[in-house]
């Protein structure tokens, strides 16, 4: 049982570029989001999925994009990198929003120079 | 608007003490609270949540947190530190408006042997 898997775990990009970062959850899980970590900042939502089909912005979603391509994959795209876009970026699961827990990936690990 | 507070940045205890990791809340209602604990190169981990009922909740690893509706306070507890517990450690507090977790900026708990 993977539960959240995350790919890339570390990328380095040039300003402009564009990367997708991909997740998939095998726990059959409705809401989908994702975070990024800044030191001192805790982690702030960039996106969210509350169930297949639905996409909503978090608190820090300007330069990014989101899909949820089925159940198990939400993906994460920066279509222009910035270098304030440098951080390390988590995916989660949970099987609805509210109260139940979230399930995290790993991370990846994004600079941005 | 709802938020969460951890006002120390840095927790040390030798092991073998007891430790509190402390954690403040503000919220409209009843507030749905969370601890995560995230090890080095790791996403966070679940460690426990209070919803309703007995203010002492106990979670995995030995930890429990106590609910203080009077101090709007939810710290995190164990009787016993271990070397291993050392870890960021973030509390949690669901927004009642938009149904999503708003994290705390993390606390890192040192354990000395």
């Known amino acids: 049982n993977a539960g959240v898997t995350q790919t890339p775990k570390f990328q380095v990009l040039k300003t402009g570029q564009s990367m997708t970062l991909q997740c998939a959850q095998d726990?059959?899980?409705?809401?989908m989001y994702w975070y990024r970590q800044d030191p001192g900042m805790g982690l702030r939502l960039i996106y969210y999925?509350?169930?297949?089909?639905?996409?909503d912005k978090g608190e820090v979603p300007n330069g990014y994009n989101v899909s949820r391509l089925n159940k198990r994959e939400f993906s994460l795209r920066l279509e222009s990198a910035a270098p304030s876009q440098t951080s390390v970026y988590f995916c989660?699961?949970?099987?609805?929003?509210?109260?139940?827990?979230?399930?995290f990936g790993n991370g990846t690990r994004l600079t941005v120079t | 608007a709802q938020s969460v507070a951890q006002p120390e940045d840095q927790v040390n205890v030798a092991e073998g003490n007891p430790l509190t990791v402390k954690c403040t809340y503000s919220?409209?209602?009843?507030?749905?609270l969370f601890w995560y604990v995230q090890y080095p190169n790791r996403g966070l981990q679940f460690l426990l949540k209070?919803?309703?009922?007995?203010?002492l909740v106990k979670g995995s690893y030995g930890f429990e947190a106590e609910f203080n509706k009077s101090q709007t306070s939810f710290h995190l507890k164990k009787p016993s530190a271990l070397v291993s517990d050392s870890a960021l450690y973030f509390c949690?507090?669901?927004?009642?408006?938009?149904?999503?977790?708003?994290f705390g900026t993390g606390t890192r708990l040192q354990v000395f042997p």
């Open positions: 989660a699961s949970s099987e609805s929003t509210g109260g139940s827990p979230l399930h």
């Open positions: 726990m059959n899980h409705n809401s």
């Open positions: 999925s509350a169930s297949e089909g639905t996409t």
């Open positions: 919220v409209s209602g009843n507030p749905y």
């Open positions: 209070y919803i309703t009922g007995d203010n």
């Open positions: 949690a507090v669901r927004d009642m408006g938009t149904d999503k977790l708003i």
